[in-house]
Nanobody, 116 residues
Framework: QVQLVESGGGLAQPGGSLRLSCVASGFTFDVYAMSWARQAPGKALEWVSTILSEGIHKSYADSARGRFSISRDNAKNTLYLQMNSLKPEDTATYYC?????????WGQGTQVTVSP
């Protein structure tokens, strides 16, 4: 079955960096676009970034552009999100997701907290 397992979250200071990972299994990873989304406490789910299957074409939310970088290693079935210049408003649970056959699969999420 499809599984997405995120890791790499934690506590960071403002201006700091974190690198999130998402290991995928149960589907042909290198065929599908992959995305990151986040949800802050009391707020709606927010799309963060998407990378196409070949790993070249990428898109970002305005809140992430210039600070976050999405990438993937198709040989390792792994998606990444490098987050730099973190801000307190980046505090959220971060989820990777994939749309397969019209259904969106989600990981369990990894918590990112940005605080002095």
């Amino acid at each position: 079955q499809v599984q997405l397992v995120e890791s790499g979250g934690g506590l960071a200071q403002p201006g700091g960096s974190l690198r999130l990972s998402c290991v995928a299994s149960g589907f042909t990873f290198d065929v599908y676009a992959m995305s990151w989304a986040r949800q802050a406490p009391g707020k709606a789910l927010e799309w963060v970034s998407t990378i196409l299957s070949e790993g070249i074409h990428k898109s970002y939310a305005d809140s992430a552009r210039g600070r976050f970088s999405i990438s993937r290693d198709n040989a390792k079935n792994t998606l990444y999100l490098q987050m730099n210049s973190l801000k307190p408003e980046d505090t959220a649970t971060y989820y990777c997701n994939a749309v397969l056959g019209g259904f969106t699969y989600w990981g369990q999420g990894t918590q990112v907290t940005v605080s002095p």
